[in-house]
């Protein structure tokens, strides 16, 4: 607004031209003001949608490389127990072996003492 320099007083009249004015700009300001604000509101939301769906995805990286981690850490641990576990199942195995060629060893010495008195009083007989 280009300003005039008067030497007269101000009248009633132009004051209230004067407060005209202002109020015009004013709202006009206001306005421009509200729109852009409205437009850094959408600026904004725009950006935090973007940031979090940026964040959506990194946790999901994190989340699948961390499984991807844990399946390989379980993996490796599974082959150091069942590596571990081998020579004890086959110590096991060979000792149910030997167990049942005991058994069956002792079943036939037993058999042949039960049988021992017979072939005795056979042997004495003849």
Do not use: C, W
Not at 26 to 47: A, F, N, P, S, V
Not at 55 to 64: C, G
């Amino acid at each position: 607004m280009k300003q005039k320099i008067i030497s007269e007083p101000a009248t009633r009249e132009d004051l209230g031209k004067t407060e005209k004015t202002l109020r015009q700009e004013m709202q006009e300001t206001e306005k421009r003001l509200r729109q852009e604000m409205q437009e850094i509101r959408k600026e904004l939301r725009k950006d935090i949608e973007v940031s979090a769906e940026m964040v959506k995805f990194d946790t999901r990286r994190a989340i699948d490389d961390s499984k991807i981690e844990l399946e390989a850490k379980m993996t490796q641990f599974k082959d150091v127990i069942l590596t571990a576990i081998d020579p004890l199942l086959r110590e096991l195995e060979e000792r149910r072996q030997e167990r049942e060629i005991g058994a069956d060893q002792y079943y036939k010495v037993r058999q042949q003492l039960e049988n021992h008195d017979p072939r005795l009083t056979k042997l004495e007989h003849a």
